[in-house]
Nanobody
Framework: QVQLVESGGGLGQVGGSLGLPCKAF????????MGWYGQAPGKQRELVPGITNIGATNYADSAKGRFTIPRDNSKHTLYLQMNSLKPEDTAVYYC?????????????WGQGTQVTVSS
């Protein structure tokens, strides 16, 4: 199973950038996809960008052209690079990993990190 620890949240400026790292610990064999989810106040948690184990990416419409999801496999770290920040990007961001173990999909979450975008 994978344990995930996010960091790097905080206060961002409209039009600015923030980078969020997600460090993964544990057993990585069987990981089929990872991603970042954002949960704004009073709203459901939603996928922002995701990436599969073969590098295929999927972006929410709100993130296309502004966010990227680079990863460093040697450091077991997934990143969320947020550019051209908007106030509506304000949310708690959670790192996610889906791992297949003995035919069962195990979903792992980090503790979340708050991002607040202000003008």
């Amino acid at each position: 199973q994978v344990q995930l620890v996010e960091s790097g949240g905080g206060l961002g400026q409209v039009g600015g950038s923030l980078g969020l790292p997600c460090k993964a610990f544990g057993t990585f064999a069987g990981t089929i996809a990872m991603g970042w989810y954002g949960q704004a106040p009073g709203k459901q948690r939603e996928l922002v960008p995701g990436i599969t184990n073969i590098g295929a990416t999927n972006y929410a419409d709100s993130a296309k052209g502004r966010f990227t999801i680079p990863r460093d496999n040697s450091k077991h770290t997934l990143y969320l690079q947020m550019n051209s920040l908007k106030p509506e990007d304000t949310a708690v961001y959670y790192c996610n990993a889906d791992t297949r173990v003995a035919g069962t999909i195990i979903i792992s979450w980090g503790q979340g990190t708050q991002v607040t975008v202000s003008s």
